[in-house]
């Protein structure tokens, strides 16, 4: 059972990334995935969330009409596009997958981690 996070890089203010996070030895759909960031020197934060099958998704102001979540279910793969990138947006991105038929910001809920994958927002 794993979660791989991947799709970090360095971009330039204003740009685009799309993260994905892809699921082995379990269906991700069955799933509620959410999406935490870290920056340097902070906790983790809660910042998007696809419930089980995709009855929902919710974001963080933070991050509110710049990133988009999505299911690619064939895949078994969700997606994280983050659109307007901020400076403030650079942090390692991690994945996480919880049992839960509903979207929640506590990290205690989530049974499985991906790894993480860094974004960097410079110029």
């Known amino acids: 059972v794993q979660l791989q996070a991947s799709g970090g890089g360095l971009v330039q203010p204003g740009g685009s990334l799309r993260l994905s996070c892809a699921a082995s030895?379990?269906?991700?759909?069955?799933?509620?995935v959410a999406w935490f960031r870290q920056a340097p020197g902070m906790k983790r934060e809660w910042i998007s969330c696809i419930s089980n099958g995709a009855v929902g998704s919710y974001h963080a102001n933070s991050v509110k009409g710049r990133f988009t979540i999505s299911r690619e279910s064939a895949k078994n793969t969700v997606h994280l596009r983050m659109d307007s990138l901020r400076p403030d947006d650079t942090a390692v991105y991690y994945c996480a997958a919880s049992r839960l038929e509903y979207c929640v910001v506590e990290e205690h809920t989530y049974d499985y981690w991906g790894q993480g994958t860094q974004v960097t927002v410079s110029s």
């Open positions: 030895g379990f269906t991700l759909e069955d799933y509620s």
